[in-house]
């Protein structure tokens, strides 16, 4: 049973970075590709970015390209969503998902296990 918990979250203005952190256990996290999704208010879960089982392999949403980097550390069972130059239209609860495979996937239904979310609130 893998169990993932994000944190990072915050309120900031735009232009501003943030990181998100997602812890794991319950699993073997460096078996799992992983992603992040994130939902606005009154809006669909979207897919963000997502990262293979080593680190190796990356892709993202083409709306963050360039400025949000998808990194984990698989000696701490976490990954991390790097983001800069945020921008109002990121607002959103962003969640960590799992997949049980060693290959990236941005498909939401390809990911067995999510956390709880994580706020964040772009300012303009």
């Known amino acids: 049973q893998v169990q993932l918990v994000e944190s990072g979250g915050g309120l900031v203005q735009a232009g501003d970075s943030l990181r998100l952190s997602c812890a794991a256990s319950?699993?073997?996290?460096?078996?799992?590709?992983m992603g992040w999704f994130r939902q606005a208010p009154g809006k669909e879960r979207e897919f963000v970015a997502t990262?293979?089982?080593?680190?190796?392999?990356?892709y993202y949403r083409d709306s963050v390209k360039g400025r949000f980097t998808i990194s984990r550390d698989n000696g701490l069972n976490t990954v991390y969503l790097r983001m800069n130059s945020l921008k109002p239209e990121d607002t959103a609860v962003y969640y960590c998902?799992?997949?049980?495979?060693?290959?990236?996937?941005?498909?939401?239904?390809?990911?067995?296990?999510w956390g709880q979310g994580t706020q964040v609130t772009v300012s303009p």
């Open positions: 998902a799992a997949r049980p495979k060693a290959t990236y996937s941005a498909s939401e239904d390809q990911y067995d296990y």
């Open positions: 990262i293979n089982w080593s680190g190796a392999s990356t």
């Open positions: 319950g699993g073997t996290f460096s078996n799992y590709a």
